[in-house]
């Protein structure tokens, strides 16, 4: 990701009315860059743990149900039979 | 185990997210004089160098743990060939586009002496259409960006990057202006 010399001149504007330029060096932008980096990641890392499930999360990713086929399944059924046996009950004719 | 790396992904996403905004906002800033008042441009131009150093790591975090992570049900091809994923295909396929502009921009840009410049910069602006797709990413996919914790910080590093990509572009089409 270099910066290209042509297009971007180190020294924007010169003479007396120049700005001056911030005093942080090189080496502290990276360290500072790294770190704040890094906090992210930690700070990120901490939230994720503790919101794990997100209702709101625009993006809910379809949780398939592992089923094997090759499985014995449970078939119901009624258990209730007819019977041969004479009536114990009778039904009142009008 | 799993959750793990749902977890890593989460916080590595956004942890590039960051270190993409400074590499751009470091691109930037030496014509926009964005950063004047913490250094010079050299130094700030030495931090855009260097960038890569901290995208590289936080970019791989983040696809290697959703290569692992069980619930996201992410394979390799959908790592580098874009909307192919059965869910979130645009959301998720926006995330691919900018890892293939990144890699075309860092495999450009260790290449630059290799190419005329016209050619090096016309590759570097596509950082611009990454970061546009990454952004877009993370509003479509980002777990996490539905927390104004995660997404104030977040809008407001494309809402800077934004303007000053504008400034940068209007301050480049002046010289061409005054010539006509």
Known sequence: MAANTHTLP??????????????????????GTALTTLSIFAVSFGFASSHLYITSAPLQPVVVSVSDPSRSTTSLASSVRTTTRTAVTTTKSS | MDLVFWELARASGLAAYAALSIAVL?????RTRLLTFLASNRAVRALHDWTPWIVIPAALTHIVALLLDATAKVGVLDVFVPFLMSYGTLAIGLGTVSVDVLIIVLVTTWFRRAMSNGAWQWFHRLSY?????????????????????ISVPAWAAAIAIGYYTLERAGKALQPARVRT
């Open chain 2, 26 to 30: 470091t691109g930037i800033a030496p």
């Open chain 1, 10 to 31: 180190l020294t924007p504007k010169t003479g007396p009315g120049r700005k001056r330029s911030g005093p942080v060096p090189a080496w502290a932008l990276k360290v």
């Open chain 2, 129 to 149: 259409v990454g970061f546009v797709t990454l952004f877009l990413h993370a509003l479509l996919s980002g777990t996490d960006l539905t927390s104004p914790l």
